[in-house]
């Protein structure tokens, strides 16, 4: 008997380490495949990153419903050529048609999920460094301090504003709530005219191209850059 249990034991191992590989080998070729496709629709530099988790990936296919989908795209860069970096889309519950899984055509639902994705303050810098003005971004508490030097009676100056950065839309927008000259205070008024006299545009910074299915809710002021936030609201999407 315990030489029988013995040989039940070692099959029964063996079995296992052969569903779990096999679960593993699915789990990749799935994201891989996934990650090749967003790669070649969304015109990226690179795969992003796939993690599909939920448990056994097998027993999810079967089921046609996947948990905790993650997608992560190091690095894209916006129809306004602003770079955007760290984006990560996560999805409680994406439904999965068969056909699909085996390379035809159908229709996912995705049951909604957030998004999370990062502009460095130097990437804003350059996009905010126009006419030969040479501005600077960084981190002042909740605010963002932004520094040039100006021309003033000929003379270079440092001139800085700080703004408190706000979400209009998909558009990121720096709201000036201060401002020193040579260190001294100023009126926003008298900063805004010295910014314009040397071509400066403005603190406004569009994320073109943002899908209609993403709802950007919220900004926060990071060390680097600022963190955007928002919501993947519900959709069916045709593949295939």
């Known amino acids: 008997m315990p ?3 013995v040989r039940l034991l070692v099959t029964l191992l063996a079995l296992a380490v052969i569903a779990v590989a096999a679960d593993l080998a699915a789990r990749t070729y799935a994201a891989d495949r996934v990650a090749s496709q967003l790669r070649s629709e969304y015109r990226l530099s690179q795969d992003p990153e796939v993690t599909l988790a939920g448990g056994s990936f097998l027993w999810q296919a079967v089921r046609g419903r996947f948990e905790d989908v993650t997608v ?4 894209l860069t916006t129809e306004d050529d602003l770079v955007v970096r760290d984006v990560r889309v996560r999805l409680p519950e994406v439904e999965v048609p068969t056909g699909v899984l085996t ?3 159908g229709t996912v639902d995705v049951a909604g999920g957030t998004v999370r994705a990062e502009v460095a303050y130097a990437d804003l810098a350059q996009k905010a460094s126009v006419g030969g003005l040479d501005v600077t971004l960084a981190r002042d508490g909740d605010a963002v301090r ?3 030097t100006v021309r003033v009676f000929g003379l270079g100056v440092d001139l800085a504003v700080t703004g408190k950065p706000v979400l209009e839309g998909s558009d990121v927008r720096l709201e000036p709530v ?4 040579a260190g001294a205070s100023v009126p926003l008024g008298r900063a805004e005219q010295l ?4 071509g400066f545009g403005g603190f406004t910074f569009p994320l073109e191209g943002v899908p209609p299915q ?3 809710e919220g900004l926060q002021v990071a060390d680097d850059g600022l963190v955007v936030t928002g919501t993947v609201t519900p959709s069916a ?4």
């Open 3 to 5: 030489r029988r249990l």
């Open 72 to 75: 992560t795209v190091p690095q």
């Open 103 to 105: 390379g035809g055509a």
């Open 146 to 148: 932004a520094g040039a």
């Open 178 to 181: 201060s401002a020193q000259l």
């Open 195 to 198: 910014l314009e006299a040397a």
């Open 214 to 216: 993403v709802r950007l």
């Open 237 to 240: 999407v045709r593949v295939g």
